[in-house]
C-alpha cells in the first residue's frame, strides 16, 4: 500500500513576504544599474571585487620619475689677464641620445649667453647648419658668419666653445669642423690654421686664449 505523498503548504504571509524580497532586490538591482548608467559610477555599497577595475581602491603603481643628465654649454669669462672657458650646466632627458644632447648643447650655445658673468664671441647671426655623431667623432657644420667678426683672440675663444659644447659627453671626442659644408681650414682674415679633427687636448696645445 502506498503512503500518501505530502504536500507542503506555505502560509500566506510567508509567500508575500518573500515576494516583497524579491521585489525590493529587484528594485534595487535596477536602482543600481540606472544609477551606475547615468552616474559612471558605482554606490558605494557595491563590494570591491564587484566594481568596475576603474573605481576599486587598489593603489597604481606610481609614476617612475624621469631621469636627468646634465651637459655644460662652454662660456668665456673674462678675468683680470685672460679669457677662460666656463662650463655652464644644461639639464637633458636621460632618455636624449648622444646627437641629440650633442645638438641641443650647440644649439643653446648659438642662442647666445644670458649670464651677466659670462660672454660669448660667437657672432650671433651663426647658425648651426648639423650636427651628427658618427664612430670617428662629432661633425658640425655651421653657417658663415661663424667666421667673421674680431680679431684672433676672438676667433679662438669662439673655437673653444664649440669643441668644448660638443665633448662635454666626452673629453676624449673629436670634433670634424665644417662651414655651409666645407671643412673649415682657416678661421678670421688673420687665418688662424684649425685642424682636423680637433680635440681639447690640441686645442690646449695650439691656442692660447
Known sequence: MQEPKKRYQFSTGFIVGLSSVLIVAGGLGAWWAWTTIRSGEAPPWVPEQLRPADQRGEEEDPPIPTEEVEIQVYWLQITETREELVGQSLTLDETSDPEI??????????????????AT??????????????????HIDLSEDFMFGGGSVSMIGRLGQVVYTATSFDPETKVWLSVEGEPLEYLGGEGIYVPQPLTREEFNANYEL
Open 101 to 118: 644632447a650633442v645638438e641641443k648643447a650647440l644649439a643653446n650655445l648659438m642662442e647666445g649667453v644670458d649670464n651677466p658673468d659670462y
Open 121 to 138: 664671441t660667437i657672432p650671433p647671426s651663426t647658425e648651426l647648419r648639423n650636427v651628427s655623431v658618427r664612430e670617428d667623432g662629432v
